[in-house]
């Protein structure tokens, strides 16, 4: 099972394997080189430490390997959510399982109203994560097409039981960063530790 962890500077490399031709065909920017990895890494790392936060940059890891990476942006009028995979990652439900995991830190431990999300209409695959996820479609926008979806409470899209599963995994995926259990591959830096007491410890 995956598990969403914050990222360190060391996870550049893993980064620019992600943002391969590949993956980002469709979401409107270039393919990452060294440097902008490096630059990628360290800034998500920054932001883990910020306060307020502005964004949630977290990666999926299984067993050590990042497979990709999720960010939830608070800093826009309604927070947003994007997701990019490594392509040999495909197709094993790990994109669900990460929308699934952040919306129960969206709705649960932040308490945002809504959430938006967008795929390219020639992506049907990210389309199909959102709407599993229990993201509703909007419409179009920008020539992409946007889904929206509110806490379970308020709009009954995604069930009780899910979210929060999903906050039960985010609390042990944090818990394990800062060393209170699990292995030591999901250890951060101690600005990360420091950082991700906050999740661990309020809503806990
Ligand atoms: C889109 C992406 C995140 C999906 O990740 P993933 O881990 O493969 O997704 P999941 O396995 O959780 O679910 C994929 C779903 O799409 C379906 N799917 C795959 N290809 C599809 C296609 N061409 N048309 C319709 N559905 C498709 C799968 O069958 C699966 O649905 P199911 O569980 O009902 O069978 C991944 O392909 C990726 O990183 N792409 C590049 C970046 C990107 O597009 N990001 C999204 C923009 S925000």
Redesign the pocket.
């Known amino acids: 099972m995956i598990a969403l962890r914050e990222l360190t500077p060391d996870d550049a490399a893993a980064l620019q394997r992600i943002y391969s031709p590949e ?1 980002t065909r ?2 409107g920017r270039r393919p990452m080189d060294a440097a902008e990895a490096r630059k990628a890494a360290r800034d998500a790392a920054a932001s883990a430490i910020q306060s307020p936060r502005s964004v949630y940059v977290l990666g999926l890891d299984l067993d050590g390997d990042l497979l ?1 990476i999720i960010k939830l942006h608070l800093d826009r009028p309604v927070a947003t959510l ?4 490594r392509v040999d ?8 399982e990460a929308v699934r995991r952040i919306l129960a830190l969206g709705f649960g431990h932040l308490g945002l109203p809504e959430i938006h ?3 390219h209409p020639d ?4 389309g ?2 959102l709407l ?1 996820a229990g993201f509703a479609p909007t419409g179009e926008h920008a020539g992409f097409t946007t889904y929206a979806i509110r806490p379970p409470q308020a709009a009954g899209s995604m069930p009780r039981a899910v979210l929060m599963l999903g906050l039960i995994d985010i609390h042990a995926a944090f818990n394990r960063i800062i060393g209170r259990a699990g292995p030591a591959h999901t250890a951060g830096p101690a600005a990360v530790r420091s950082r991700a007491r906050g999740p661990t410890t309020r809503s806990g």
């Open positions: 993956s469709f979401l990709g994007s997701y990019i995979l990652a495909w197709g094993k439900g790990h994109a669900t999300a967008k795929h992506n049907p695959a990210s199909r994560v599993k």
